[in-house]
């Protein structure tokens, strides 16, 4: 904040009605995440060099938690001050669960939580026996229906957001590293033509505000470079988790636009070309916005 | 049939009445992006353009834009350059054509188009994310538009 002031000062001074140029003016946090854990402090990758398909655009690509306020990012270094905690505890609960149609749980196949690291990062990606992309929920729901039996879970039900919270905790600290060629190659196109077509009444694509508008205010908005690699977050704006997928509808829907919906086949090609944005930060596991 | 026809042109009346002779967004003649005749005939109202301008609802121009005649605006964005001249910079009839397209002025803007109806990739129903139907109403009516026109003329350095 203390930042943005300071350039809305120096705006003021600037001779008026020049075009001003818009990430130099309030840039992201010079800040480091550090997160104190149970298993002692994990260091998060907030900022680093862009992905080579992005030379053209960015030198540096940001996570979105540098563009929080203060009190924002001080929720997210201690575990204990976390508040996305509490779904990960729900999650584990459910994962140690014998919730199967047959008393199945996710441990009885998995053990514990852990080895679900390294997942997160990795994804979305496409399966190699079904050829489909598939996103953590895709994953989810595969056991919950195949191996136990049950009514598939809503994307963006809670039990979903619990499972991801939990799961994607146990890769939090790994660069994400999705794969992008391929067969994964004709799902990453369809996700970069979507980010680049200007939906709605609005006509604005995500390109408009999180590729040349990052670091600049939208009314009280800090815009980031959208990436997902904190996903799921904890909203304090919606006392609640959000999925990426959940996400992009609303930032679809900010467009007056007619949404895909969480899940659909586009905003899961969206999933994967934008988290390839974010190659080379960390999973943050589960962050905290506002 | 003769009381349903009744009920449907009394209420075309109803919306038509203070828009005689406003011209339809989709008959708005641009010239190099200006809009040489008023939509509507009527003058427009500088106060009114203010608060158009600055209700999220209606046309939020401080999403982007900064005013420094507008100092009580929170939080204004920092996406767009600043208004205060645009009165010197701009003919009326220019910012009336930005206003209601400025896609027409600047070539592949970010800035909305105000009085546009149709054209759109996945048109929305407002902002409720459901499918909308083309023509779409426009963002705002042709009032607001000469409303905010007026008080933007007065933008004078």
């Known amino acids: 904040m203390a930042r943005f002031t300071k350039t809305m000062k120096s705006l003021a001074a600037t001779a008026l009605g020049l ?61 204990f001050d976390n508040p996305a905690m509490v779904f990960v ?155 990426a997928q959940q996400r992009f509808v609303g930032c679809v829907r900010d467009t007056r636009a007619e949404t895909f919906k969480a899940g659909s086949d586009e905003f899961r090609a969206l999933e994967l070309y934008v988290a390839s944005r974010g190659n080379g930060l960390t999973v943050e596991g589960v962050s905290v916005r506002h | 049939m003769n009381s349903h026809l009744w009920r449907v042109s009394a209420m075309v009346t109803v919306i038509a009445t203070p828009a005689i002779c406003e011209t339809a967004p989709k008959d708005v003649s641009f010239a190099e992006g200006a809009v040489e005749a008023s939509l509507t005939g009527v003058p427009g109202d500088p106060a009114n353009g203010v608060k158009v301008m600055t209700t999220n609802a209606l046309g939020n121009c401080v999403a982007c834009h900064q005013i420094g005649a507008l100092p009580d605006v929170e939080f204004p964005g920092t996406i767009a350059p600043p208004l205060d001249g645009a009165g010197d910079r701009w003919s009326e009839a220019e910012l009336r054509g930005i206003v209601a397209n400025a896609k027409m002025t600047f070539e592949g803007t970010f800035m909305p188009a105000f009085y546009k109806v149709d054209g759109f990739v996945r048109p929305g129903d407002g902002f409720t994310g459901k499918a909308g139907t083309e023509p779409l109403a426009p963002i705002l009516n042709a009032q607001q538009i000469e409303d905010v026109v007026a008080f933007l003329v007065t933008l004078k350095e």
């Open chain 1, 19 to 79: 075009a001003l140029a818009g990430a130099a003016l309030a840039g992201p946090a010079e800040d480091e995440l550090v997160i104190e854990t149970d298993d002692g402090p994990v260091r998060i990758v907030t900022k680093t060099a862009a992905p080579a398909f992005l030379a053209d655009t960015f030198d540096t690509i940001y996570s979105g938690w540098l563009f929080r306020d203060d009190t924002t990012r001080d929720m997210e270094r201690d575990d």
């Open chain 1, 89 to 243: 505890d729900r999650g584990m609960d459910a994962w140690n669960a014998a919730m199967g149609a047959n008393g199945e749980s996710c441990a009885g196949c998995h053990q514990g939580p852990e080895s679900m690291a390294g997942l997160r990062a990795v994804l979305p990606r496409v399966d190699a026996e079904s050829g489909k992309l598939m996103i953590l929920e895709d994953y989810i729901n595969a056991c919950v229906t195949g191996r136990m039996g049950l009514e598939k879970w809503g994307t963006t039900s809670d039990d979903m957001k619990d499972m991801l919270s939990l799961i994607s905790l146990q890769s939090r600290g790994m660069p994400v590293n999705v794969a992008i060629d391929g067969p994964a190659a004709h799902f990453w196109e369809q996700g970069k033509e979507i980010y680049y077509t200007r939906y709605g009444q609005l006509e604005m694509s995500c390109a408009n505000c999180h590729e040349d508008n990052y670091g600049n205010m939208i009314r009280a908005d800090h815009l980031s470079q959208g990436q997902v690699n904190g996903f799921p977050t904890y909203r304090l704006k919606d006392a609640g988790m959000v999925s």
